[in-house]
Nanobody
């Protein structure tokens, strides 16, 4: 079965950096679109960054220029490099994967079947 395991979250001061990792198994890694979503209590899930199976990437406006998504097909791992972190980036971050997602819709959470358990990112001011 599909498994997504996130790691790399933690606490950091504003302006700092973190790199999240998501190790995937149970499916053809290179053929799925994958992404990172985040959620804080009382708010809806927000698409942060995603990479389509073609390799195209999309970012939320709030993280453009600060976050970079990448994947290593040989290691079956998805990454999110986060820099210049802000307190408003504080959230639980989830790794997602699915097939058949159109590239212009890769930031829509309802299109993803597979979700990891999440990793907490806390940014203090």
């Amino acid at each position: 079965q599909v498994q997504l395991v996130e790691s790399g979250g933690g606490s950091v001061q504003a302006g700092g950096s973190l790199r999240l990792s998501c190790t995937a198994s149970g499916y053809s890694f290179s053929t799925y679109s994958m992404g990172w979503f985040r959620q804080t209590p009382g708010k809806e899930r927000e698409g942060v960054a995603a990479i389509h199976s073609s390799g195209s990437t999309r970012y939320a406006d709030s993280v453009k220029g600060r976050f970079t998504i990448s994947k290593d097909n040989a290691k079956h791992t998805l990454y999110l490099q986060m820099s210049s972190l802000k307190p408003e980036d504080t959230a639980m971050y989830y790794c997602v994967a699915d097939s058949g997602v159109s590239w212009w819709r890769v930031l829509e959470p309802q299109l993803y079947t597979y979700w990891g358990q999440g990793t907490q990112v806390t940014v203090s001011s």
